[in-house]
């Protein structure tokens, strides 16, 4: 390669990265078809002059790869509204094709890689490759429609305008998640419907209140007696409590073991994707946001169907596994114990920039995650092959958690599916285990052990469910230190 092609991948390097600077300030101006023209100039090579109805967008790597493809969730998309939940549409019939998360077919070539990585540090060149690979399908998904007729809104149901002032990342991370996950989905409840055990009922609701409102699903075993435990369980990014009931199969617990579960649903009007917005802080406080929200439903079935208050537990996937120990950290008095599955510790993120930088590379230094005042029993369970959320985050909700001090006992087993595992639990003086940390090799980003009935499940691995609620038993709130 001469020097001049040298010089010239060097300069098309420094242009991209000017583009991709002025962007995010005309973003934050909110100036976004603006910031979308020169990103397609810079990045697909098409006119800054608009895209029209009659353009054809670039196939996605989601199509190209096919059904067979592993499906994942994104944590970060579009914040687009709080408050009340809105009535809720018709049921929309969910979309046949899967919602594959797949790494575009074009990317930068081996020149410009290498320039890339001499000008940003290793942590900035992550970051923005994550971003670059995804523009492509992006922008391309842009040439469907007009901007105001559903090009930016057809993405994924939801307003671009909708708080992106993060800067180039932020602006591209509802989009891109937008773009992976798939678009027109419906309000959630049936999108998959999660099997009734004999005598349990799996009813409808809403709650309300100062900080907003939400719809859930509860389920309540036929032996409905009083003082049964209660498990929150937050779904992940696109899906609905009817899914992921369906996925985890914790329905059929509570019928045989005797316990309520509650579902809240994520609406597409707070989140473009229904992703609970772990990473806004309003969100994330005692008595606002989604957290005062499901603080406030989860008194609200306590209360009228008489739960055991020392028995009462909050759990997620994703989003929600990072939202759920977001809630458990700020209602320490409400929550006994939380379990996170493939998702993050609190406070790791303040807003979408941070969230997509601590969700593919993990926390940089402990620092970055709010520390706790009062030690939650917390499990952990997460993928070694989790390529939506880095494993490190795994590892820091268990630190965060508290297991300095307590002693770690490790033990390596097998999944009936074949799938290898260690399960570490710390115990305190006493012998109480309060914390437990499982990590399964060759799991991605899926619930261990769950039903294909239900969407982002693996089969393969061990129960996570079964495991999470034998944490919960022994862990009542009575008697936390």
Known sequence: ????????????????????????????????????????????????????????????????????????IDLVAERVETGLAPARPAPERPS???????????????????GLSAILPEKLRKVVETVTRGIAPVLGGLGKTTLNGGGLNGLGG????????????????????????GAGLGSGFNQARAPLTA?????????????????????????ARPNLPLVVMLHGCTQSPDD??????????????????AYPAQTGRANAQRCWNWFQPNDQDRGSGEAGIIAGLT???VAEHRVDPARVYIAGLSAGGAAAV???????????????????????????????????????????????????????????SDGTVNPRNGEQALAQAGIDGLRPEAAEAVSPGGLPYTRTRYADGRD??????????????????????????????????????????ANPLAGRA
């Open 96 to 114: 046949a094709e899967p919602r594959d998360k797949a790494t575009p077919a074009s990317g930068p070539s081996a020149s410009e890689e290498a």
């Open 158 to 181: 939801g307003n671009l305008t909708g708080g992106f002032t993060g800067g180039l990342t932020g602006g591209l991370a509802g989009g891109l998640a937008s773009a992976l996950s």
């Open 299 to 301: 008194r609200a079935i």
């Open 199 to 223: 005598g349990g009922s799996f009813t409808e609701h809403s709650f309300s209140n100062a900080a907003g409102g939400r719809d859930y699903k509860l389920f309540v075993p036929s032996d």
């Open 326 to 384: 977001n809630i458990a950290r700020v209602y320490p008095d409400l929550y006994a114990a939380v379990g996170i599955h493939s998702g993050l510790a609190a406070g790791c993120a303040r807003d979408v920039s941070t969230a997509l930088t601590v969700m593919r590379l993990g926390p940089v230094a402990p620092a970055d995650c709010t520390m706790s005042e009062v030690r939650v029993p917390t499990i952990v369970f997460h993928g070694e």
């Open 432 to 473: 109480r285990v309060l914390v437990e940390g499982w990590i399964v090799r060759g799991l991605g980003h899926a619930w261990s052990g769950g039903s294909q009935a239900g969407s982002y499940t693996d089969p393969r691995g061990p129960d996570a469910s079964r495991a999470m609620l034998d944490f919960f038993r």
């Open 1 to 72: 390669m001469t020097d001049s092609t040298n010089r010239d991948s060097s300069h098309r390097m420094q242009d991209r990265l000017a583009d991709m600077m002025e962007a995010t300030r005309l973003t934050a101006a909110g100036r976004l078809q603006d910031a979308t023209n020169l990103l397609q100039r810079g990045f697909t090579g098409t006119p800054s002059t608009g895209m029209h109805a009659t353009d054809e967008p670039t196939p996605s790597a989601g199509e190209a790869m096919g059904a067979g493809s592993p499906r994942t």
């Open 244 to 261: 992921f009931a369906a996925g985890t199969g914790m329905n059929a617990l509570a019928e045989a073991e005797g316990f309520l579960v």
